[in-house]
């Protein structure tokens, strides 16, 4: 313990911090107020002494010092191994998991050392923060981090016994495209989570709040929030953008320059940099062309609204903190200033509730520092209040020092973490600053001289997102939903709604993540609404559905030439034409029908499901089958992962479909070998599909070593039955072709014995097609046909038909600004396909 207090000391004198923090504090503060490593935007502490009834699953207790001084050490292991600085988080979670296990330690054996920690103990907590949490992986996060923790410490020999300790309750994430499939299929018509985009009618009242504006607190806040919803940037993104952080390129080559002036556009580039959150660094967020105007509004106004407000921090800074006084206050020759003289100079507001501005004014003076004023009375009801220069000067000082880090070389910056290291902002170079006070919406009391970056908790009150209900700017000028509802918006809502503007217009997930500065992009599901909102899923969810389950399907062919039979692009390679022994015929018959016949049955063909899907607006249904398994089998999407195929085996397998894998199947469950039938199925999660039935084989990984002869009909042990939509159609086309040529084989294995084989083959192929052809008729007799576009109570897409017949064209009325881009993202995608098809 003592190695680490005395690297606690280093740490802090590397700081330059020596004294302004102590080892032995109950707590030490988090946040604004931090020193050295401790210092971030969000204000949170580290509490050692005690176990707050706030944790899930406990109740309030001491922690002994004995215990403290071992969570503090591996806090300080944490800082001084760590790789640049680590985050609140990093530091956080040992914290409250080593407060369970003393909460634990002490509530089953009374000892408060750490050397009495057991494995019991730490798998004890483990399963009672499982019991009392509603959330799985967040548990099994904390779970890992406990078991590392012991990693670490187990070299130091602390306990007195061995721990070896393991993750009680694992929690691994499915892929992100597995879950989104199956929330979609889970959807309920009237399940639209819109809360989580912005509506049309709060988008226009951030407009009407624009002309409403009483003041330039307000002018500058809308004009903040105009540019999130531009650019969808996260709160501290926002928080720590500079003034000149606007780019302009001007664009030099001749052809991109010539394009803007036909389009119209600017034949500049615009930009802004700015640090982006989550690792994501220094980066430049190019706008679009026709956003241009707004933008520059929008940093214009601001520049001219927060001028004033730069130039006090700058006066500060060049005084070198010790002057904080207005030039108007610091002029006056007397030294003692009545209060009177200090509004609307060094501060200004209503007076709250009793509308008395100078009882306010003094008790924060009184609030920060302790001055009393000097009360002079002019008549039995009436006395004035003077305050010195330097008590002034003191209340701006301590205003600072009480609410923000204000050691030396910190005094008016904003300091944010980026991947390890720190970056600094003075504020003056910040773009959205104003005084304390001023985010109060009725400004009851403001203090012009306390110069401060937005605050994220008055943000969220101001968009009424916040928890304790605090009036918002909406409520204050009566703005509300159309149905009457208070506007909330969440700091984070305009992000969300951009990345959904990404999201319906087709844009790739590794392009959302550069547009939107985001290092990892399975973080995209938690910002693609739309995947979710009924209010345009209903519209075009058919349309959708069909169109990418047929690109799917024609990718699923082609993929990595999987097929050696097919080229790049889905047809036949050329084959050559080896000649035969002359015979009576003519030339023309001397072409290996044999070959022929393979490359002319393995050709592909419409005749796919997605193709039948589309051409009858129809499927063929089983009823045993879920909604989700009907859809694939009959349009061939069968997923790409060896989860989804092996969930889609699972429900689909029959007496016709893989036989002799459901037989196994069923026989380790009826065993109660549950583990062992999951990895059978698992085994075998091989199915492509194909012209005609489907490949059980990896063919995207060794491609098929028989030329594709099941699509002629010969046997393969690989080739099943899918019973796809079409299926018995194709195979009695199939059928019927084969049918012709034994015909033409017979006659040139009369006049030439050298075909025989061939014919033998040949007729093989007839009988496995014949029986084919038997099954896929029996199987698909066994469904019901039914009208993608009828209201039919076994139709999957039967409740959307019925929403779109309901609420026309869209769905339902527009709701979200979301759903007006859709709307336009769809007329858009219909004028260019009918512009393609005129063009064809």
């Not at 304390?436 to 009725?442: C, K, L, Q, T, V």
């Not at 547009?515 to 990892?520: E, K, S």
Request: charged share 25%; with cysteine.
């Amino acid at each position: 313990m003592d190695k680490y207090k005395t690297k606690f000391h280093e740490r802090l004198a590397a700081y330059n911090a020596e004294g302004q923090l102590d080892w032995d504090a109950g707590s030490w503060h988090f946040g604004e107020k931090g020193v050295a490593w401790l210092k971030e935007t969000k204000d949170h502490g580290f509490k050692w002494d005690e176990v707050s009834s706030c944790v899930k699953g406990l109740t309030k207790m001491k922690i002994s010092k004995d215990f403290q001084y071992f969570m503090r050490a591996y806090h300080m292991h944490q800082v001084v191994t760590s790789r640049g600085l680590p985050s609140g988080s990093t530091l956080d979670k040992p914290l409250q998991i080593m407060k369970r296990w003393y909460w634990e330690m002490v509530t089953q054996t009374g000892q408060t050392h750490p050397m009495y920690l057991t494995a019991d103990i730490i798998h004890a907590a483990m399963d009672r923060h499982k019991e009392s949490s509603k959330s799985a992986p967040n548990v099994s996060d904390y779970c890992d981090v406990a078991v590392n923790i012991i990693k670490v410490l187990r070299q130091y020999d602390l306990f007195m016994v061995n721990i070896e300790v393991e993750n009680k309750h694992p929690s691994r994430n499915a892929s992100v495209k597995t879950k989104a499939t199956k929330k979609a299929a889970d959807l309920s018509p009237d399940d639209t989570p819109d809360q989580k985009l912005i509506s049309i009618r709060a988008f226009m009242a951030v407009i009407e709040l624009m002309a409403l504006a009483e003041n330039d607190y307000q002018r500058i806040f809308y004009n903040m929030l105009l540019l999130c919803i531009i650019c969808g940037f996260r709160f501290q993104e926002v928080m720590s953008m500079n003034m000149d952080s606007l780019v302009k390129r001007e664009i030099t080559e001749e052809s991109k320059r010539q394009h803007a002036i036909d389009q119209g556009w600017p034949t500049y580039k615009l930009g802004i940099e700015y640090l982006g959150a989550k690792k994501a660094g220094w980066r430049i967020h190019w706008l679009a062309p026709t956003s241009y105007p707004v933008v520059e509004m929008i940093y214009k106004q601001v520049e001219e609204l927060t001028a004033g407000f730069r130039e006090t921090v700058k006066g500060y800074r060049d005084s070198n903190f010790t002057n904080f006084l207005p030039r108007k206050i610091y002029e006056l020759q007397d030294e003692w200033i009545e209060q009177s003289e200090l509004q609307d100079i060094m501060f200004s507001g209503t007076g709250g509730a009793r509308n008395d501005f100078g009882a306010s004014l003094r008790s924060s003076i009184s609030k920060f520092t302790g001055h009393e004023p000097k009360v002079i009375p002019v008549h039995k009801q009436k006395y004035n209040w003077y305050y010195t220069k330097e008590q002034l000067n003191d209340y701006v000082f301590q205003r600072y020092a009480k609410t923000k880090n204000f050691t030396k070389g910190h005094q008016c910056v904003l300091s944010l973490k980026d991947g390890g290291d720190w970056e600094h902002f003075n504020y003056e170079d910040l773009m959205f600053i104003m005084p304390e006070g001023a985010f109060g919406i009725n400004r009851d009391f403001v203090s012009l001289q306390s110069i401060v970056p937005l605050d994220e908790h008055s943000v969220e009150a101001w968009l009424g997102g916040s928890v304790d209900g605090r009036q918002s700017i909406f409520d204050y000028f009566n703005l509300f939903e159309d149905d009457g509802s208070r506007i909330k918006l969440k700091k984070h809502v305009p992000r969300h709604n951009i990345n959904t503007f990404l999201a319906i217009a087709g844009v790739t997930d590794h392009i959302q993540a550069i547009l939107m500065g985001r290092v990892d992009i399975t973080q995209n599901k938690h910002y693609q609404h739309q995947a979710e909102s009924q209010s345009y899923q209903t519209a075009a969810l058919a349309i959708n559905m069909l169109e990418k389950a047929y690109d799917e399907s024609k990718k699923a062919l082609t993929k990595e030439n999987q097929l050696s039979l097919f080229d790049a692009d889905g047809e036949p390679e050329p084959r050559p034409e080896p000649s035969v022994p002359a015979v009576q015929e003519p030339p023309r018959t001397e072409v290996s029908l044999r070959m022929s016949a393979l490359a002319k049955s393995a050709m592909p063909t419409k005749n796919t499901g997605v193709a039948n899907v589309k051409a009858s607006t129809s499927m063929a249904i089983n009823p045993k089958l879920s909604m989700e398994h009907n859809l694939k089998q009959n349009m061939q999407t069968f997923g790409e992962t060896t989860a989804e195929v092996a969930h889609y085996m699972e429900g689909a397998m029959s007496d016709k479909f893989l036989p002799d894998l459901k037989a196994a199947h069923g026989k380790l469950v009826a065993q109660g070998m549950a583990e062992k039938a999951k990895e059978l199925l698992e085994r075998h999660a091989k199915l492509h599909p194909l012209g005609f039935g489907g490949c059980t084989r990896d063919v995207a990984r060794w491609g098929c070593p028989h030329a594709v002869k099941c699509q002629s009909g010969l046997p393969c042990g690989y080739f099943t039955l899918t019973g796809r939509l079409g299926e018995a159609e194709e195979a009695s086309r199939r059928l019927a072709i084969k049918q012709a040529e034994i015909i033409d084989l017979r006659k040139l294995a009369e006049a030439a014995p050298n075909f025989k084989l061939a014919l033998e083959e040949q007729e093989e192929a007839l009988i496995v097609l014949e029986a084919l052809e038997a099954d896929a008729i029996e199987t698909q007799s066994a469904k019901k046909l039914v009208d993608l576009m009828s209201e039919d109570k076994d139709n999957p897409l039967g409740r959307i038909m019925a929403r779109i017949n309901e609420q026309m064209l869209i769905g339902k009325t527009p709701k979200t600004l979301a759903d007006l881009f859709f709307i336009e993202q769809k007329r858009l995608e219909r004028d260019a396909a009918q512009k393609e098809t005129n063009n064809g």
